[in-house]
């Protein structure tokens, strides 16, 4: 079966045809490098890090280009309001390039604890000035800008199919997007190049045909994408929260210019969600992978935990799910050293270890069925179905170390203590004390010492 993708642009689950025969271009959109990432935005890199692995296990080779977000992002998506690069420096008292620069390389730091491959091109927005004015230049040319006192602005009622990637398509919903505010002709139309502020210095501006000032936060992406890639290319991912502005107005950009929208395939991530909502940095209620490591949840089990969820679904954090993911990876690690290192000969097994690499690889060929990739290497590995050899081959995939973490003493609470810490909880949580006394007792039976904590049990091996 063919590697297949749901496509935000038709809706529909595609197969994928690359354009070059065995060759695919992939374009991630990068972060903003003006604070830590949260775990949220990590679950964004860690689906992305797994397309790639999953393309190169079904044998494509993989050109992966990641732009680095370092200006022009402004603290409202519609072009409103500060920079966000610049308002993180005013924050920490430092230059822009210097908060820049200190985030990229935090964000690196994060990718690699995630054992997340190094996209192959990683370029930042102020690397790329030319190209992207350049860009605006044709766009201008024509036809598809106007200028008003705030920047160069692209008219989005110029463009017949604009927000089609959004399913904007209807009339009445269209509507509502051309309607004009502030010094904008439609609601919808968006910045290419604005101007710097007259009585404010800004750090990071230069020249342009049209005055001072910076690149909109769109027109990066479509000027990268197209110098590393060329046009079309093959994917184009990120998360559900770019298709209706970031990732539509790409597509405006380069259809006006090029003739072409950028991408075949438009691949979206759903959110890391904390209570109710969206882990946002706005929204202050996030959580970076330092704190978890502060809790001794491994980045790898973050990882996991993100790979027992598909990826187009919601996904609600909780430290106790974190606790049961760092359990669950710390177990499979501990069977995987019990496994025979290479296949046995006989032909029973060598025809049962084929039936799991099918299965295996129609799961994750299925949308990035990470879920069920999972089970089929859970049960294998439980049942002693494969050998080592065949487990770090599913591995490439799943990018969980186990190899090199299979030798580890195990840091974790075996799965028996910790079901009787959820269930103790719960009856704390339910005021039943008489309950909570008794698994406490039998927690103490196994040789811990039991702590209540504001956070609820926690245990110690006496
Ligand atoms: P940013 O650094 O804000 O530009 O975001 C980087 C990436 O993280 C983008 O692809 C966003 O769509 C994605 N993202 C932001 N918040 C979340 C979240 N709560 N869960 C998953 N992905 C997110
Ligand atoms: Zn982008």
Known sequence: MPLQLFNTLTRRLESFKPLKDKKVGLYACGPTVYDYAHIGNLRSYIIWDILHRTLEY?????????????VGHLTSNADEGEDKIEKGAAREHKSAWEIADFYTKAFMKNMAELNIHKPDVICRATGHIKEQIKLIKKLEKKGFTYINAEG???????????????????????????????????????????FS?????RQMEWNSPWGVGFPGWHIECSAMSAKYLGLPFDIHCGGIDHIPVHHTNEIAQTEAAEGVVPARYWVHNEFLNMGEEKMAKSAGNFITLDTLKEKNISPLAYRFFILQTHYRKQLTFSWMALEAAQNGLDHLCLAAASLDKKSSLSMHSVEIEEKIKEKFLKAISDDMDTPAALAI????????????????????????????NMDKPVQSIPISARALIDERDTARAAKNWKKSDELRDELIKLGYTVMDTPKGTKITKN
């Open 58 to 70: 079904n044998g494509y080779k993989v050109k992966h280009v990641m732009n680095i977000t370092d």
């Open 152 to 194: 160069v602005y692209f008219d989005t009622s110029k463009l017949p199919d604009y927000g089609e990637l959004a399913g904007l398509k209807n009339q009445d919903l269209r509507s509502g997007i051309r309607v004009a505010i502030g010094g904008k002709r439609h609601n919808a139309d968006f910045a290419l190049w604005k």
């Open 197 to 201: 502020p007259k009585l404010k210095k």
């Open 377 to 404: 290497v859970w049960e294998a590995v439980k049942e002693k179905k494969i050998s080592q050899k065949i487990l770090f081959e599913f591995d490439k995939v799943l990018g969980l170390k186990i190899k090199e």
